[in-house]
């Protein structure tokens, strides 16, 4: 199996910065994407930033300029760097990870979510 463990949440300031991390485990054999989502209450979850095994990003315009995806591949990691926070950024975040097993079994795995609270 596969096990995706993130860290680094918590309660900031508006115009703080947190960093998240997830780190990868089990029986991999390669990881394609790797990205981090949020969900608020009472809304869907949404996709925040990803990032491919070669490096390439994309994030969701209410983020770009102030949010860094960036991945280790040697270390199965990716880390989420969050600058300028803002009382809207406040959500549950969750790692996501595209993986190759094995047993050549390609399947889509989630953290259990890390809370990240904006608030004065």
């Known amino acids: 199996q596969v096990q995706l463990v993130e860290s680094g949440g918590g309660l900031v300031q508006p115009g703080g910065s947190l960093r998240l991390s997830c780190a990868a485990s089990g029986s991999i054999f390669s990881i394609y994407d790797m990205g981090w989502y949020r969900q608020a209450p009472g809304k869907q979850r949404e996709v925040v930033a990803s990032?491919?095994?070669?490096?390439?990003?994309n994030y969701a315009d209410s983020v770009k300029g102030r949010f860094t995806i960036s991945r280790d591949n040697a270390k199965n990691t990716v880390n989420l760097q969050m600058n300028s926070l803002k009382p809207e950024d406040t959500a549950v975040y969750y790692c996501?990870?595209?993986?190759?097993?094995?047993?050549?079994?390609?399947?889509?795995?989630w953290g259990q979510g890390t809370q990240v609270t904006v608030s004065s």
């Open positions: 990032i491919t095994s070669g490096g390439s990003t």
């Open positions: 996501n990870a595209d993986v190759l097993r094995y047993a050549m079994r390609r399947g889509t795995y």
